[in-house]
C-alpha cells in the first residue's frame, strides 16, 4: 500500500530563511509526487509534481522538490521564505492503479516570522 | 476560467437531516472524488468515479452516498449526518486521475449538533 509521511506538523522559519518541508513516501512501484498547498479558508493549489525523468522539480512561487528514489524522499524547498509562504503544505503520492487515487501526508503548517 | 465549484461553503445541520453538497466541474474531467479533511488526519479519500454512472468507494465511505449522472457533477449525499462527520470536506477533479493531479474546489465546512 502507498503511504505518505511529512515530518512536522508544524515548521516556523524567519522572513528570508530557508524552507525545508520533509515528506517520504513508500511505493512498490515507481510514485508520481506532488506537493499542495492550501491557504487560510481555500481549497488545495498544485506547487509542483514528479511524474518522470529529471528528479529536481520547479513549481511556482519559487519552490521546488528533489525525488530522490534510494532515499523515498520528496522534499520542498525554497531558498528565502515569504511571509505570504505561511500555509499549509501536504505531499501526495498517486500510483498508476486502478483507483487513481491521490494519498495525502498529514500536512505541514509553515509559519513564517517577520 | 477552469474550476471546481462546491456549494454550500459553510453549513450547520442537526444530526439525522438528510443533506447534500453539490459539486460542478467545468473542465470535461473525467474524474471526481470527495475527500474529507480533519486536523492530524490530512485528506481522505471518501468516494471516487471514474467516469459517468461509475463510482467506487474510498478510504472512508461510510455514512456518504454519491451519484454521477452527468459528467460535470458530483453531489455528496449525507442520508443521516452524525457528529463524527462534521469536518472539511474537498471535491476534486481530474484529467483521468490521479497521476494527473486535481483541481480542488473551494470547500465546504460542515458541522453536526
Known amino acids: 500500500a502507498q503511504s505518505v509521511t511529512q515530518l512536522g506538523s508544524h515548521v516556523s522559519v524567519s522572513e528570508g530563511a530557508l524552507v525545508l518541508l520533509r515528506c517520504n513516501y513508500s511505493?512498490?512501484?515507481?510514485?508520481?509526487l506532488f506537493w499542495y498547498v492550501q491557504y487560510p479558508n481555500q481549497g488545495l493549489q498544485l506547487l509542483l509534481k514528479y511524474t518522470t525523468g529529471a528528479t529536481l522539480v520547479k513549481g511556482i512561487n519559487g519552490f521546488e522538490a528533489e525525488f530522490k528514489k534510494s532515499e523515498t524522499s520528496f522534499h520542498l524547498t525554497k531558498p528565502s521564505a515569504h511571509m505570504s509562504d505561511a500555509a499549509e503544505y501536504f505531499c501526495a503520492v498517486s500510483l498508476d492503479t486502478g483507483r487513481r487515487a491521490l494519498t495525502f501526508g498529514s500536512g505541514t503548517r509553515l509559519q513564517v516570522q517577520p | 476560467e477552469a474550476q471546481v465549484t462546491q456549494n454550500p461553503r459553510y453549513l450547520i445541520t442537526v444530526t439525522g437531516k438528510k443533506l447534500t453538497v453539490t459539486c460542478s466541474q467545468n473542465?470535461?474531467?473525467?474524474?471526481m472524488s470527495w475527500y474529507r479533511q480533519d486536523p492530524g488526519l490530512g485528506l481522505r479519500q471518501i468516494y471516487y468515479?471514474?467516469?459517468?454512472?461509475?463510482?467506487d468507494k474510498g478510504d472512508v465511505p461510510e455514512g456518504y452516498k454519491v451519484s454521477r449522472k452527468e459528467k460535470r457533477n458530483f453531489p455528496l449525499i449525507l442520508e443521516s449526518p452524525s457528529p463524527n462527520q462534521t469536518s472539511l470536506y474537498f471535491c476534486?477533479?481530474?484529467?483521468?486521475?490521479?497521476?494527473?493531479?486535481?483541481?480542488f474546489g473551494s470547500g465546504t465546512r460542515l458541522t453536526v449538533v
Open positions: 468515479s471514474m467516469n459517468v454512472e461509475v463510482t
Open positions: 476534486a477533479s481530474s484529467l483521468k486521475g490521479g497521476n494527473y493531479g486535481y483541481t
Open positions: 473542465m470535461n474531467h473525467e474524474y
Open positions: 511505493s512498490s512501484v515507481p510514485p508520481y
